[in-house]
T-cell receptor, first 114, second 118 residues
C-alpha cells in the first residue's frame, strides 16, 4: 500500500521569506501523481500544485514550486515570498494511475509571522 | 461553477442514531469521492463513484456505512448506529476524469460535514 509521510508537524516563516515543506512517499508504481493541498482553518481544501511522476521538470505555480526527486521518493513544496494568507494546514497527497483515491500525509501546519 | 456543496455543515447526534449526509458535486463532474478527516490528521479515503457506479470502498467503510449516487448526480453517505469513533469531518470531492484510469485531474473538495456523536 502506498504511504505518504510529512515529517514536519509545524513550520513557521516570516512574511516575505521562503519556506520548504517536506514530503516523502512509498510506492512500487512507476507512474503516479503527486499533489499539495492547502486547508485554511475551517475552510475547504484547495489544490496548490500537482506533479506527474513521468515529468522530470518540477512544477511551478506562481510563488509555489516543488522539488520532485523520484528516486528518493521525495516531493517538497517551496513557498516563496510568503504571505499571511499562506497560513494553513498543507497536505501532500499521492494518487496512483490505476485508481482514483488520494492518499494523504498527516499534514504540516504553516504559520506566517508578520 | 458553484463548487462542491455538502449538507449539513454540522450534525450532532446521539450514539446509536442514524445519520445521512448529502454531497452535490460540481456540475458535469463524473467522479465523486468521500473522505473522513479527524482533527489534526489528513483525510482518509472512504469510497468513490464513477457516475453511478461505486468503484472502490475502503476497509474503513464498515457495514454501518453505505453510500449511494443515484443517477450519477448527488451522493449520500449514511452511517447507521453511530458510534463515538464516527465523530469526524466527512469530506466530499469531485473531479472530471476523461478515462477510467486515474489522471492528473484535481479533486475539488467541499466544506465538509462535521459529525459529533454525543
Amino acid at each position: 500500500a502506498q504511504t505518504v509521510t510529512q515529517s514536519q508537524p509545524e513550520m513557521s516563516v516570516q512574511e516575505a521569506e521562503t519556506v520548504t515543506l517536506s514530503c516523502t512517499y512509498d510506492t512500487s508504481e512507476s507512474d503516479y501523481y503527486l499533489f499539495w493541498y492547502k486547508q485554511p482553518p475551517s475552510r475547504q481544501m484547495i489544490l496548490v500544485i500537482r506533479q506527474e511522476a513521468y515529468k522530470q521538470q518540477n512544477a511551478t505555480e506562481n510563488r509555489f514550486s516543488v522539488n520532485f526527486q523520484k528516486a528518493a521518493k521525495s516531493f517538497s513544496l517551496k513557498i516563496s515570498d510568503s504571505q499571511l494568507g499562506d497560513a494553513a494546514m498543507y497536505f501532500c497527497a499521492y494518487r496512483g494511475t490505476s485508481y482514483g483515491k488520494l492518499t494523504f500525509g498527516q499534514g504540516t501546519i504553516l504559520t506566517v509571522h508578520p | 461553477d458553484t463548487g462542491v456543496s455538502q449538507d449539513p455543515r454540522h450534525k450532532i447526534t446521539k450514539r446509536g442514531q442514524n445519520v445521512t449526509f448529502r454531497c452535490d458535486p460540481i456540475s458535469e463532474h463524473n467522479r465523486l469521492y468521500w473522505y473522513r478527516q479527524t482533527l489534526g490528521q489528513g483525510p482518509e479515503f472512504l469510497t468513490y463513484f464513477q457516475n453511478e457506479a461505486q468503484l472502490e470502498k475502503s476497509r474503513l467503510l464498515s457495514d454501518r456505512f453505505s453510500a449511494e449516487r443515484p443517477k450519477g448526480s448527488f451522493s449520500t453517505l449514511e452511517i447507521q448506529r453511530t458510534e463515538q469513533g464516527d465523530s469526524a469531518m466527512y469530506l466530499c470531492a469531485s473531479s472530471l476524469e476523461r478515462k477510467l484510469s486515474a489522471g492528473n485531474q484535481p479533486q475539488h473538495f467541499g466544506d465538509g460535514t462535521r459529525l459529533s456523536i454525543l
